[in-house]
């Protein structure tokens, strides 16, 4: 009997690279693809679909239509969710953002517990790093439970925090989520060479990348080994997605890395203030490993997907015989007068994001004006080793709250108390099946707001009161002031003087 899988978002880089990978199985494999429109079928997909004729139905439709993922989820056994709007595309507009990444996955949630068969279907939503928001060399490793900050304006995070919270409200029988770091993909000069978006790589803060040829091969074989019965004790949990050791950078290298196919630098093709400096997403994870050791998918370096991006896209070779001043003019000069380009925000009087992002007119303009005079983390002398997780990662970890040395199986109301008051708020239930992770308790956040949340969604999942934490407005400035929770990462990037700042939404 054939397996049925569903995959969500099957144009993108990551959805149709799983279904690449899927089409290297051995398993008897059915893939319903969800595709918006049939006269957009990318050649990749098409090209997979020539090659492994009879493994892929396309069904068309939106994510947003509930009729259409009702009859999606039917029959699966799988169901792999990575639709939704993604930079630069979500940076164009939030309304539209939050109905394909929140609305999309309430219906996909739904159509699963609708179903009537929701204890056979395994669903699993794809996360993202940049629901933790912005890091620095002050904090550059993370994991799972830290506090989740969607940053300022950022429509993307605040959507994909929200629309993982509604999985774990659920109460799937089987879950998973796993939160996918930066992704280097095929599509990655295509995406990043129409937009303002590259400008947005600040250039201190840390990143673990993954290829999109190994989150294809992670999904591959979460199927092989659960047909296999190994993955007892995975579902039902959080994972962070990385590359480990060897596609740790930071947002220097990031860009340096891709010039180096033209020949070139950041330094003779950017002025340093066209780079923001402040609230983007992207960490070192430094429990990347469990899902690893679980799906043993890491096959690629960062230095091995550039020496591919240079073989796809050889002519780019040639760049470094033409002037540097005839690239920045014809190539990057445009890019700079879009609108989700920082110096747009600055030359347009945008108060509020070059506040956000820069931390005002008064920072932009001490941005020295020749890269000779910036202080970059990565040319630091700690640098090499920072990146080295047995030497440096512990030095850096967040306090959840609670005591982390006692085994889950031993936690009580007690921990559920202290974590809450780490939070600034209270647990209002006064009892609860020590060890029990995943029945609802009842919290109240520092304004008076009650809200049901699992033991596993507060301590393990780094979710709060959905009131006061999940952005929109962003006022994780006063929230810090009374949660040490957020105080310990917030206060890495925004002052003292700030924790009264709420970045309201204008939309």
């Known amino acids: 009997m ?24 051995e398993l008897d494999l059915k893939i319903k693809a969800l595709v918006r429109n049939p006269k957009r079928i990318t050649p990749f997909l ?19 239509d509930k009729e259409v993922c009702k009859n999606l989820v039917k029959d699966a056994d799988y169901v792999f969710h990575f639709g939704g709007l993604i930079p630069p595309r979500s940076e164009v507009d939030g309304e539209v953002t939050i109905k394909s990444n929140l609305g999309g996955t309430q ?21 993202t790093v940049a629901e933790y928001g912005n890091r620095t060399p002050q ?90 019965k190994k993955l007892d004790g995975f579902w039902n949990q959080i994972y962070n997605i990385g590359g480990g050791i060897s596609c740790r950078n930071c947002g220097y290298e990031v860009l340096n890395e ?16 066209w780079i923001m400096t402040r609230n983007f997403h992207g960490m070192w994870f430094a429990d990347s490993d469990i899902l690893e050791n679980w799906l043993h998918f890491r096959t690629e370096s960062i230095k091995q997907f550039w020496v591919r991006m240079g073989r ?14 005839w690239i920045r003019k014809m190539v990057f000069y445009p890019l700079l007068k879009c609108e989700d380009a920082p110096i747009y925000w600055v030359n347009n009087k945008i108060d ?37 997780k047995d030497l440096y990662a512990h030095r850096f970890i967040l306090n959840h709250g609670f005591d982390e040395n006692k085994p889950k199986e031993e936690l009580d109301i007690k921990d559920m108390e202290q974590a809450a008051k780490f939070r600034g708020g209270h647990c209002l239930s006064k009892t609860m099946t020590k060890g029990d992770l995943y029945t609802k308790l009842k919290w109240v956040d520092h304004k008076g707001n009650e809200f049901m949340a699992s033991p596993y969604t507060i301590l393990f999942g780094g979710f709060w009161s959905p009131f006061v934490a999940e952005g929109n407005p962003w006022e994780y400035g006063p929230l810090s002031k009374v949660a040490p929770f957020y105080e310990q990462i917030y206060k890495d990037d925004f002052s003292y003087k700030e924790f009264d700042i709420v970045f309201e939404d204008k939309k």
Do not use: C
Not at 258 to 269: A, C, E, Q
Not at 360 to 368: Q, S
């Open 46 to 64: 098409k090209k997979i679909n020539k090659k492994h004729k009879g493994l892929i139905e396309f069904v068309y439709g939106d994510l947003t």
């Open 107 to 127: 219906n996909m949630v739904d159509a699963v517990k609708e179903s009537g068969r929701s204890d056979k279907i395994k669903f699993l939503y794809m996360g």
């Open 258 to 273: 891709g010039f180096k196919l033209m020949g070139r630098s950041i330094k003779d093709l950017f002025d340093p203030n």
């Open 312 to 325: 796809k896209h050889w002519y780019f070779k040639f760049a470094k015989y033409l002037p540097k001043s």
């Open 139 to 228: 904090h550059p490793w993370g994991r799972v439970g830290d506090p989740l900050i969607s940053s300022a304006y950022d429509y993307y995070s605040y959507s994909k925090i929200k629309a993982e919270r509604y999985v774990l409200d659920a109460e799937l029988p089987n879950w998973v989520s796993v939160r996918q770091t930066a992704v280097a993909h095929k599509y990655i000069f295509k995406n990043n060479l129409s937009s303002g978006l590259m400008f947005q790589t600040v250039l201190d803060e840390p990143y673990e990348w993954i290829t999109d040829v190994d989150t294809g091969i992670m999904i591959r074989h979460l199927v092989e080994y659960d047909q296999e």
């Open 352 to 388: 509020d994001k070059v506040y956000a992002n820069y931390g005002g007119y008064d920072k932009f303009n001490a941005i020295p004006k020749d890269w000779k005079h910036m202080v970059l983390f990565a040319e630091s002398p700690t640098y090499a080793d920072a990146k080295m």
């Open 2 to 25: 054939s397996i049925n899988i569903v995959v969500t978002g099957a144009n993108g880089a990551i959805g149709s690279e799983v279904i690449n990978q899927l089409g290297k199985s």
